[in-house]
């Protein structure tokens, strides 16, 4: 009986001696910190999965020369799949149904287009510039107000594509997401599923 009156008055205070060891702080981790361990669209980031956009949607979050959009529609085309230069273009609009508005002669205004110009075809990250880089991408955000109002457009400066998935036949969707630093215009990220689409001009502007 002393011997367990020893261990009771004995267990405390052992425990009060002994060393703590404090749980692991949480580490903080940048949604876009994917490509280059970037933290903002101009190093290069991409929105993972998780990153505020469901994955296997087409959808846009920023803002590029004070205009503020939802890319909902995504059209791609592939050019060079015989043997050519290998080249994924993906436009994205807010305006419904746009590979058939350009079957049909042109997108009705007023609208907001990204077109992504991609060096290569197969799934990947590819970094933008101003200048198409071997294996990179340019961006480029155009629009236009309704009723003969204003046009523009403006070139990307840094960010990236990734490409998660692309039919070289042009028969599937192709997705992937975006982060696109458009200097003081300002930047977006998305993702997007698109469907494939003839109509598509060659090259971005067109």
């Known amino acids: 009986?002393?011997?367990?009156?020893?261990?009771?008055?004995?267990?405390?205070?052992?425990?009060?001696?002994?060393?703590?060891?404090?749980?692991p702080g949480a580490v903080y981790h940048n949604p876009l910190d994917v490509l280059d361990a970037g933290s903002s669209p101009r190093d290069g980031?991409?929105?993972?999965?998780?990153?505020?956009?469901?994955?296997?949607?087409?959808?846009?979050?920023?803002?590029?020369?004070?205009?503020?959009?939802?890319?909902?529609?995504?059209?791609?085309?592939?050019?060079?799949a015989d043997g050519g230069t290998p080249r994924t273009l993906v436009s994205l609009s807010d305006v419904a149904d746009m590979c058939g508005r350009l079957e049909d002669g042109g997108l009705p205004a007023p609208w907001n287009v990204v077109r992504l110009y991609v060096a290569g075809d197969e799934p990947g990250a590819y970094p933008v510039a101003a200048i198409l880089p071997p294996l990179g991408a340019t961006a480029e955000f155009d629009w236009q107000d309704g009723d003969g109002g204003g046009f523009g457009f403006t070139t990307g400066l840094d960010g990236g594509v990734q490409l998660d998935r692309v039919d070289l036949a042009g028969l599937l969707t192709a997705s992937g997401s975006y982060a696109v630093d458009f200097g003081d215009a300002g930047s977006i990220t998305g993702r997007f599923?698109?469907?494939?689409?003839?109509?598509?001009?060659?090259?971005p502007g067109e």
Do not use: K, Q
């Open 45 to 80: 980031g991409i929105p993972p999965a998780d990153g505020g956009i469901p994955p296997g949607s087409t959808a846009s979050e920023g803002s590029v020369s004070g205009r503020a959009f939802d890319l909902a529609s995504a059209i791609y085309r592939v050019e060079g």
């Open 193 to 203: 599923v698109a469907s494939p689409c003839p109509a598509l001009p060659p090259n």
């Open 1 to 23: 009986m002393r011997g367990l009156w020893a261990f009771l008055v004995a267990a405390p205070l052992t425990a009060c001696f002994s060393p703590a060891f404090e749980p």
